[in-house]
C-alpha cells in the first residue's frame, strides 16, 4: 500500500509499505477513505517531536471502512464506516478510568507518533472498541474527520481548560485549525467578545464569519497593547494555539486577573514563563493533550447542525496528491489554507 513516511527532519515521502495486519485481539485494520494533514505532523516533520522515528507513517486524524477485526472486538465488524479517534485508549487502565484516555497505559496519541498512523491506505487501529465510532447513517464523513483532532482539542484544551463562560472575554491567539476549532466550540458559552490573533488578514476574515467578534493582526503593531485597549483589565480567556514563544508570550500579558491561559499548542522550544507577573493576578495556567472524551458529544452536535466543521475545510485531495497536499498546508498564507481532505477512492 501507499502511505506518507516520515525520514527524519524535514524528510517525508510517499512510498509503499507493508498493509498493517491484525496483531492482538482488540486491534482493527481500516481501510482509510478520508484523511487530513495536522499541524502537529508539520511539528514532527520540524524534529519537534523526537519519539517519533524515520519510518514512521504519519497521520492521526481519518475516517474509514472496517477491512478485518481481531476475535477481542465486539463492537464492530468488517464494512462498518467508522471515525478513528486520535487518542487509542484501552478502556481499562486508571488513566482511562479517569477518562484521562491521552495516557492510557497501553495507547494515548501513538497513531503517527508511536505507531504507523492514518495516512495511509490501511492502519492498524489498537483497542478498537474504544478507539473506533461508529459513523451514523447519511452523516458528512468531511466534517467527521475534524472530529478525530481538532474538534475535541480546541474544546477540550481551550474552551473547557480555560474555563469559558457566559459573558467572557475570549482572546485566541492563532486563526489555524485549533484555533478555529476553539472558536466554534467556545461559542457553546456564550463569551461576550471573542478577539482573534493572527498574522493572516485571510484567516482572520475567515475567523469573523465563524464568530469572532473582534480580530488583531499580530503582524501590525503591538497585539498586547491593542488586545488591552480594547478591553478594560485584559482577557478572562486567553488560549494559545499555535505553539511558539511569541504566541504564549502575547497571552500572558493579556490575561486579566483571575482569569486563565489555557495552552493548547504543541511546543518544540521553552517559552519564558512571567511567573513574576503572574502569580500576583491569579492567574491560572493549564496545559494539556486531549482526551478526546468529549467526542460523543461533539458528534452529536455535528448530526444536529449545531456544529458545522466543513466549513473548516479549505482544499481537497487524492491520495495520489499527497504531496501536494502538504506542500499547499505547509505554505497556509500563501495558499489560503486551513483544513485539507485527502480521499481515497
Known amino acids: 500500500m501507499k502511505a506518507v513516511v516520515y525520514q527524519g527532519p524535514g524528510k517525508k515521502e510517499w512510498t509503499s509499505v507493508p498493509v498493517p495486519a491484525i496483531q492482538k485481539p482488540t486491534d482493527a485494520i481500516v481501510r482509510i477513505t478520508r484523511t ?30 472496517v477491512e478485518a477485526v481481531g476475535d477481542g472486538v465486539s463492537n464492530f465488524r468488517p464494512g462498518d464506516r467508522v471515525l478513528i479517534s486520535c487518542i487509542t485508549s484501552c478502556g481499562k487502565c486508571g488513566y482511562c478510568k479517569q477518562q484521562m484516555y491521552s495516557h492510557c497505559a497501553d495507547g494515548g496519541w501513538i497513531l503517527g507518533h508511536l505507531i504507523d498512523g492514518t495516512q495511509a491506505e ?47 472575554t475570549v482572546a485566541i491567539v492563532g486563526a489555524g485549525p485549533i484555533g478555529m476549532a476553539a472558536l466554534l466550540t467556545a461559542q457553546f458559552y456564550s463569551p461576550a467578545r471573542i478577539i482573534m490573533v493572527d498574522l493572516d488578514d ?37 488560549i494559545e494555539a499555535v ?57 452529536k452536535t455535528v448530526q444536529s447542525g449545531t456544529l458545522k466543521p466543513t466549513n473548516l475545510v479549505t482544499h481537497r485531495f487524492g491520495f495520489d496528491e499527497f504531496m501536494k497536499a502538504y506542500e499547499v498546508f505547509g505554505n497556509a498564507s500563501k495558499e489560503k489554507a486551513l483544513k485539507v481532505i485527502i480521499s481515497n477512492g
Not at 37 to 64: F, M, N, Q, S, Y
Not at 132 to 156: K, N
Not at 209 to 227: E, H, K, L
Not at 255 to 269: Q, S
Open 36 to 65: 487530513t494533514i495536522c499541524g502537529t505532523d508539520l511539528h514532527i516533520l520540524k524534529g519537534d517531536v523526537p519519539a517519533v522515528t524515520p519510518g514512521r507513517v504519519l497521520g492521526h486524524e481519518g475516517v474509514g471502512v
Open 122 to 168: 490501511y492502519v492498524r487501529i489498537p483497542h478498537a472498541d474504544n478507539s473506533l465510532y461508529p459513523i451514523p447513517e447519511g452523516a458528512d464523513e468531511e466534517a467527521l474527520v475534524m472530529l478525530s483532532d481538532i474538534l475535541p482539542t480546541g474544546f477540550e484544551i481551550g474552551v473547557l481548560y480555560g474555563q469559558v463562560k457566559p459573558g467572557d
Open 243 to 299: 505553539g511558539v514563544p511569541p504566541t504564549f508570550d502575547i497571552c500572558q500579558k493579556i490575561v486579566r486577573p483571575g482569569g486563565h491561559l489555557a495552552n493548547v499548542g504543541v511546543h518544540g522550544t521553552k517559552v519564558d514563563l512571567e511567573l513574576q507577573n503572574l502569580w500576583i493576578r491569579n492567574v491560572t495556567i493549564t496545559t494539556g493533550l486531549v482526551n478526546t472524551n468529549t467526542t460523543p458529544m461533539l458528534l
Open 202 to 238: 485571510n484567516r482572520l476574515e475567515m475567523a469573523k464569519t465563524f464568530g469572532a467578534t473582534d480580530t488583531v493582526n499580530s503582524g501590525r503593531g503591538d497585539p498586547v497593547q491593542a488586545i488591552l485597549d480594547m478591553t478594560e483589565d485584559g482577557v478572562d480567556v486567553a
